[in-house]
T-cell receptor, first 115, second 117 residues
Framework: DTGVSQDPRHKITKRGQNVTFRCDPISEHNRLYWYRQTLGQGPEFLTYFQNEAQLEKSRLLSDRFSAERPKGSFSTLEIQRTEQGDSAMYLC?????????????FGPGTRLTVL | AQKITQTQPGMFVQEKEAVTLDCTYDTSDPSYGLFWYKQPSSGEMIFLIYQGSYDQQNATEGRYSLNFQKARKSANLVISASQLGDSAMYFCAMRDGMNTGFQKLVFGTGTRLLVSP
């Protein structure tokens, strides 16, 4: 069990550029989540996949944000035309589809800075 | 609407002493789960403990225990015998609609715990 991995760990970009982050969940976890965490706040839910199906999507996820999980394994989160307000830590989590409470295991996050 | 409130921005405790981190929640759903996560300076969220709304007993996990008072809608985390490595941010989170497919966790703003020697 290597844990949830995210790439890159840090990304600095200029306003207006597109960025893409990758998340590799724990193998055999079929549930995958994206959260955003700004300074001094707790994580905020963005979206959730069960296998390749995107089942929940927050209103925080504007049209500039898109997430995919094409084969039910890794996931990508793309932000188009980045704005300074997009600067945050983007956290990915995964969980197995068993048990009652389905504890979510988090990755180390990708810290995005938009200049 | 779901809401988690953590009113302590920071807490200090001496090594080997116990500390309680407060969490209150609001939901209209009778079926919900409460989670505590630890976030060290490295940034990774580490799951600590879980309490279900229908659980009869307070959850315990090693040095962590949850003081669950359903009528008061509180789920305080108790850390016994604090260690220097416990210094971190602690987040309370809730997931309601446990009997549905909803998976979203709602987090509080966190409490920063500092353990001194």
């Amino acid at each position: 069990d290597t844990g949830v991995s995210q790439d890159p760990r840090h990304k600095i970009t200029k306003r207006g550029q597109n960025v893409t982050f990758r998340c590799d969940p724990i193998s055999e976890h079929n549930r995958l989540y994206w959260y955003r965490q700004t300074l001094g706040q707790g994580p905020e839910f963005l979206t959730y996949f069960q296998n390749e199906a995107q089942l929940e999507k927050s209103r925080l996820l504007s049209d500039r944000f898109s997430a995919e999980r094409p084969k039910g394994s890794f996931s990508t989160l793309e932000i188009q035309r980045t704005e300074q307000g997009d600067s945050a830590m983007y956290l990915c989590a995964s969980s197995p589809d068993r048990g009652y409470y389905n504890e979510q295991f988090f990755g180390p996050g990708t810290r995005l800075t938009v200049l | 609407a779901q809401k988690i409130t953590q009113t302590q921005p920071g807490m200090f405790v001496q090594e080997k002493e116990a500390v309680t981190l407060d969490c209150t929640y609001d939901t209209s759903d009778p079926s919900y789960g409460l989670f505590w996560y630890k976030q060290p300076s490295s940034g990774e969220m580490i799951f600590l403990i879980y309490q279900g709304s229908y659980d009869q007993q307070n959850a315990t996990e090693g040095r962590y225990s949850l003081n669950f008072q359903k009528a008061r809608k509180s789920a305080n985390l108790v850390i016994s015998a604090s260690q220097l490595g416990d210094s971190a941010m602690y987040f309370c989170a809730m997931r309601d609609g446990m009997n549905t497919g909803f998976q979203k966790l709602v987090f509080g703003t966190g409490t920063r715990l500092l353990v001194s020697p």
